[in-house]
């Protein structure tokens, strides 16, 4: 009985442990001016401009919609990407890495940490999109496609903490936001995020499926009903991918 309660009372120590660490992640990113508020409010910014005032007199709902999936993902990219890529790399080169790793912290708290914040990041992102959609744009959806968006974007938002992690493995402080831009940006515009892509020349839409972030806008788009058609298993199996490669390589190179 006796061994019995103690691992009971390491399991509890261990789980509060990996929750502090998220939470204190969390706050410390969201009172951080530099990062919270152009995460949290560009994705907003640009669907009310793009979405609603400018969607009201060239597709109505159906561009709203569009929309509506697509900035939930450019958002989800920007809480993933900066929010591991920049943190990584400045923690790394500050040697607060190092630091955390010599603190009798559980496996892999730090990283599910930073997992966590943009899961957290990316779900008020896709809540905030999804109130403006419903009160401005008039997007009316049933109640499982509103829950399924928000699942996308919270689940959606891994592959793209691998790739952050793998930045900032990579770089420094100094060059990490200037790198997340190059990937990010050009992604975000090549995979259909900021308008269709077959209004585009017909070369973006062959190869956008080389992006991840193109089977993400996908998954997020046929929920509702605007995708390309694609299967729901080869997107999920993309991202998979792209997530545990990433997350490999990441560790590798910060276990050296």
Known sequence: ?????????????RLRSYRMEAKYEFLRLLRTPMFAVPTLLFPSLFYVLFGVVLAGS???????????????????????????????????????????????????????????MAMLFSGIISTMLALLAASLAHVSLAPSQWAMLLLVSVAGALP???????????????????????????????????MPLHVLPSVFAQVAPVWPAWHLGQLALKVVGRDAGGPVVLHVGVLAAVTVVFFTLARRRLSR
């Open 58 to 116: 060239r597709g109505g709902v159906a561009a709203a919609q569009y929309l509506l999936a697509t900035y939930g993902v450019f958002g989800v990219m920007g809480a993933s990407l900066f929010g591991f890529g920049v943190s990584v790399a400045i923690e790394r080169e500050s040697g607060y890495l190092e630091l955390k790793r010599a603190l009798p912290m559980p496996p892999g708290a730090y990283l599910l940490a930073k997992m966590a």
């Open 1 to 13: 009985m006796n061994a019995i309660a103690m691992n009971v009372s390491t399991t509890r120590t």
């Open 160 to 194: 793209f903490c691998a790739i952050g992690l793998y930045i900032g493995s990579l770089v420094g402080g100094n060059g990490a936001p200037a790198v997340v831009n190059i990937v990010y940006m050009p992604m975000a515009f090549l995979s259909g995020l900021w």
